[in-house]
């Protein structure tokens, strides 16, 4: 059974679903080079020129469904398959991004937490009433996907509050609603990200700059565990714009400096803290009432790695934890194709995907010849030097964290990596960077609770006393560090190699493209990046090549 499935939002993407295996994944902005592209044709072209083979079913996913834009889709999907296109956007964008986490967990049963911006749409009248921001779900193969609760934020004033409220409960029966703000749990964390003039989808800025900040007393933004609407206002009248903290308009900044940093900081770290409060106690709340610890997250919070390991400490070791890496909505397809699978097929077999190198990638001859031969000896020598290296190896990542087919690798034993690096990929200061390590070392440098891998790089950890002295490069300001860890494949063979001649078991390794650009996706555009940034090389893996920049 092969089931295709897009979602036109940003962050689009493509999937195809055979038999409950990822076939084919594909995010639009790898190929049209825009970051975030929201209109997948570029994606669906691909897979449709290269797999003829018969599609049972296509999906069309999107948060907020609008007849003219499926009309589009329809006659595409007609036109290139000879197929109807399905709608799957009815309140199903949440239980998508449940979806993947849970059929990608490996969990026969788990509760699924799903912390988003922006869920589905809830309509009165065709006029949007609300919005989906947080879902929990009780996951259990083959698709019984039990509902808990639901938190939308409401799209009108509190005097329509108890309508929108009345009509929710009447199409979510038994279930536990919520509707007591004009916010979210992430659009809370969203007023810090406005105020250092940043868009809504970089809450990650935010969250760097969180380490920097001192702790602010007696200001509550949550009531009762739901947003407190008396400190927050919309950038316009439209609730679908930024969120602020009421009257913070004029401290808006377009730039975080090292003059002006502390304040911008200590409402990072204000965000940071009182949101993950909140999704721990909603942890703790459904785990003591259902009995499972068996925890998937997912939806665009997911990605907070500062607050996945928030809940791993503040938990029990009992606790088994799933952060999804593909939670952002490119995620999506993936997961209405996994869950429309079960459905259909009832099947109760546990596939999950062998690694995150999923994306579609057709690989290419170098359209140059100056390349030179580079074994993995000579590539860890040049690391030790100071050398910036590039890896390109095979298929891309499918999520947003470089894992060692699109990274940037450096020596994080140099004091001055953080400077260096920076100017590398143009981005803020204030921001940290990530490292990987031999998985087996992992408990040697940092404290683990329990945890044994970090493949995805979902989780920060806090560091052990004489981590930092050995790699300063990677180690933020509040003594932590985002780690991946490897035990197979070419990054391990180098990061082996590197160990043997250093005795140190990290690299810094961050994503191969440059601040505002999508993840490298070809040959062609990695040596067009090392042309223009001070990249010192990129190494072809599979060519067994190296280019330096000149």
């Known amino acids: 059974m092969r089931i295709l499935s897009f979602i036109d939002t940003h962050d689009s993407s493509v999937c195809c679903v055979n038999n409950g295996e990822i076939e084919f994944f594909c995010k639009e902005e790898r190929l049209s080079r825009k970051k ?40 595409f999907i007609q036109k290139c398959f000879n197929k109807k296109l399905i709608n799957f956007s009815s309140l199903s964008h949440h239980l998508s991004h449940a979806s993947i986490s849970f059929y990608n967990s490996g969990f026969s049963e788990a509760l699924v937490f799903v912390i988003d911006r922006n869920g589905s749409v809830f309509f009165i009248n065709n006029k949007t009433a609300a919005r989906e921001s947080e879902s929990v779900y009780l996951f259990k193969y083959p698709a019984k996907a039990q509902t808990l609760q639901k938190n939308f934020w409401a799209n009108s004033n509190y005097e329509n509050f108890n309508l929108i409220r009345e009509n929710i409960q009447k199409y979510f029966k038994n279930i536990n609603i919520n509707l007591s ?35 602010i007393v007696n200001e509550e933004l949550f009531l009762n565990s739901f947003p407190n609407d008396e400190k927050f206002s919309h950038l316009g009248e439209n609730y679908d714009e930024k969120v602020i903290f009421k009257d913070y308009e004029s401290l808006i900044v377009d730039k975080v400096t090292v003059e002006n940093f502390q304040f911008y900081a200590d409402k990072a770290k204000l965000v940071q803290q009182q949101t993950q409060d909140q999704i721990l106690n909603l942890i703790k709340f459904y785990s003591e009432k259902t009995g499972i610890k068996n925890i998937c997250l997912s939806g665009g919070y997911g990605l907070n790695v500062v607050a996945n390991n928030f809940y791993i ?20 397809p993936i997961g209405s194709a996994y869950y429309n699978y079960r459905v259909l097929s009832n099947s109760n077999e546990i596939i999950i995907p062998k690694n995150n190198f999923y994306h579609y990638y057709e690989n290419s001859n170098l359209s140059f010849n100056d390349g030179k031969f580079c074994d ?8 030790q030097s100071g050398k910036s290296i590039a890896i390109f190896d095979s298929s891309p990542e499918a999520g947003p964290r470089a894992l060692g087919h699109r990274s940037i690798l450096f020596d ?103 601040a505002g650009e999508p993840l490298i996706q070809t040959k062609n555009e990695a040596l067009q990046t090392l042309k223009n940034s001070k990249l010192d090389a990129v190494y072809f893996v599979d060519d067994k090549k190296i280019f330096f920049n000149v």
């Not at 290269?50 to 006659?75: C, G, H, Q, R, W």
């Not at 993995?376 to 690391?383: K, P, Q, V």
């Not at 990290?506 to 191969?512: E, G, I, P």
């Open 181 to 215: 703000s004009s916010y979210g749990i992430v659009k809370v964390y969203e007023a810090a990200t406005t105020l250092i003039g940043q868009p809504q989808l970089e809450n990650g800025k935010t969250m760097g700059l969180s380490s920097y900040g001192n702790e």
């Open 376 to 383: 993995i000896n000579e590539l860890s020598d040049l690391l």
């Open 313 to 332: 400490k503040n938990l029990t070791k009992d606790y088994n934890f799933y952060f999804e890496p593909n939670c952002d909505d490119s995620g999506i």
């Open 36 to 75: 975030r592209d929201s209109f997948p044709f570029k994606s669906l072209e691909t897979f449709f020129n290269k797999n003829k083979d018969e599609v049972d079913l296509i999906l069309y996913n999107t948060p907020t469904y609008n007849p003219y834009s499926f009309a589009i889709y329809e006659n």
């Open 412 to 514: 994080a034993r140099n004091p001055d990596t953080k400077l260096i690096v920076n100017k590398i990929k143009k981005r803020e200061w204030y921001r940290p960077f990530a490292g990987v390590i031999l998985e087996d070392k992992l408990d040697d440098f940092f404290i683990t609770n329990g945890v044994r891998s970090s493949p995805y790089m979902t989780i920060n950890f806090d560091c052990k006393t004489h981590t930092k002295k050995l790699v300063p490069g990677i180690i933020h300001v509040d003594n932590t560090c985002r780690i991946q860890t490897v035990n197979e494949g070419f990054l391990y063979n180098l990061l082996l190699k590197f160990y043997e001649k250093t005795n140190c078991p990290m690299l810094l390794n961050t994503s191969f493209n440059l």
